[in-house]
């Protein structure tokens, strides 16, 4: 902290950092992270994800090789990136069979390869936790805790089928990833463990990654993820664009709620 930076803190200190004013810099603090793009959900707009996909035109990022959207839901990520005219092969990747019904109709609509596995460190079969009766959630995760805890209801287990990025790499003989996408409440670290060897032999140019409060149940730091990655540099969604995150620091990365991180290959 520079001595400019140290004056200001010591005048707010003594200014504002009083138990009346509690609720007032609690409001502030809210504020100030949906400016750096924290917990801002609400659209395509505001999550920053249709600033990126422009990022990715005007640098031809989109150009070559396929994108792999790891934990599709109903699909709305893959029908986005077809109205925006991206025409790359889409693996859309969905275990739950209530979602994957959707998502079939939405891929033959919108040409994209609906998959009806889930995506994990290893090739295996496992449980998913849905809210009871099954619904298809975009909410359901490989933790129970997210649907008992986090979303305080009650949690039905579905029997699905995980396979490793790496060995569905092989099975397609996929030569090059422009994008891997994952949004898997809480799961991330270990779709990015089962693509190992796909990262290693430099196939992924950009990873798209959701970090928030699953990751606290699935006990997954940002930095796990940044281990995840070496040879990339991270970002943070905002409406206008990515913000370069620059060197790993505690209190700018370890932020357990809704962000949109991108992980470009240097």
Known sequence: MNALSNTVKKVYVFLFARKALYRMNL???KLSMTGIGIHNYENDHVSGERAFIRYMKAR????DGVILDVGANVGHYAIMLRENN???????FEPNP???KKLEQAASAH????VERGAGA???TAVIYDYAGNTGSEHASMYKEVISDLRNSEAEAVNIDLVS???FVAENKIAKI??????????????????????ERGLVNVVQIEFNEMNVISRTFFRDIIDALPGYDFYRLLPDGLLPLGAYKILDFEIFAFQNIVAIKR
Not at 111 to 114: E, G, L, S, V, Y
Not at 178 to 199: F, M, P, W, Y
Request: net charge negative; charged share 20%; hydrophobic share 55%.
């Open 27 to 29: 409001l502030f603090y």
């Open 60 to 63: 031809n990022l989109f150009k």
């Open 86 to 92: 991206i025409l790359l092969p889409i693996f859309a």
């Open 98 to 100: 209530v979602a994957f």
């Open 111 to 114: 040409h994209f390869i609906p």
């Open 122 to 124: 290893v090739s295996a």
């Open 165 to 167: 990025i790496d060995q």
């Open 178 to 199: 422009a994008l891997l996408k994952i949004d898997t409440e809480g799961h991330e670290l270990n779709v990015l463990k089962g693509a190992k060897d796909t990262i």
